[in-house]
């Protein structure tokens, strides 16, 4: 009778940014004092090495059979949902001796809305970290921005839950990729609302190109208006509470207590079944750029080549057929991305724009 041993895989989107793929694996290192007697991988999608496939070879050679896999990523929106299980699944048909339990996204748990909150009052150390509301100050939030409807309306209600708690006169939610409202054209209506204290607080993991973006937008802001005070809170990063967070996930995942709607493999499954969802069965088997080079530009692309029709081919040694981020309908949404055309937009998005909307916003730039 074999012995069950067990290994944990941390599956991350992967950055162009080094400082954000250091970050990631400080908080992997961060959870082995949680679990002494289990090896623990990390591995990217995407963009970074180690990627996914990677990790979880590591843990076979040291003779796991039941990996823990939990996505390091703060919402359920298309990696979460399907790149990732993808990879895990396509790992798992091909060493049908390794079990691979699948746990959920990070979502609004307690220990991450208090990760969030302290990101925020150390703007205001140490002058007001007793008070007890903010009544004269606007929070801002800033999610990432998918094509994920339900994901955009999670940064939606964190953004509710951290006003109520914390007391802030107003609040609203602004998105640095798909969606709307972008972060910039938002920064820019809010001004008119009259607080002379605005909080933006990112809720991101790690570092990297959209924060460095979210904060250039403030600072032009900033300049613009310079009877208004901008505080910039630090993204969440490796916090106790962050690492907490991932404990809980990963026990979870390992005693196989998730409910339907959040199991992510089993949705997944279900998916395929249905024709929904397809197993990129090359996803785990691609080779990350690594160039130390190629990090942090602002107007940098992927380096694979794309279509309107988001039938894309990448140069690390996979092609496939389907949306990296899957099709936005409100692509040239007014208050959205296309605010954002010629700003380091993701490529996957930027072939989605007509032609004519691209157009149009570079002409309304230049006159």
Known sequence: MNMTKKGIMICGHGSRSRAAEAEFSLLAQGLKKSFPNLP???GFLEYSAPNI?????????????????VPGMLFAATHAKNDIPSVLVSYQEKNPGVVIKYGRELGL?????????ERILECFKPAKMGQDHFYDTMLVVVGRGTSDVLANAEAAKLTRIVAENMGFGWCETFYSGVTFP??????EIITKLGYKKIVVAPYFLFTGRLIDRIYKYVDIVAEKHPEICFYKAKYLADQTHVISTFEDRIREAEAGILNEQQDLMRSFKERVIHGEAIIHHHH????????????DAVGASHDHEHSH???????????HNHSHHGFYKHIAHPNGPRTMIDEGV?????????QEV???ERKKRNS
């Not at 972008?182 to 920064?187: K, N, P, R, T, Y």
């Not at 993701?346 to 007509?354: A, E, H, W």
């Open 284 to 295: 785990a088997e691609f080779r990350p750029i690594t160039d130390p080079e190629d990090d």
């Open 346 to 354: 993701c490529c996957c998005f930027m072939s989605q724009f007509p």
């Open 40 to 42: 623990i991988r990390h």
């Open 358 to 360: 691209i157009d149009a």
């Open 109 to 117: 748990h307690p220990e991450m809305i208090t990760a969030f909150q």
């Open 53 to 69: 496939h990677m990790g979880l070879d590591e843990l076979k050679s040291l003779g796991v059979n039941e990996i823990i896999a």
């Open 309 to 319: 029709d988001a039938n894309h081919h990448h140069d690390y040694g996979h092609s």
């Open 182 to 187: 972008s972060v910039g054209h938002g920064l």
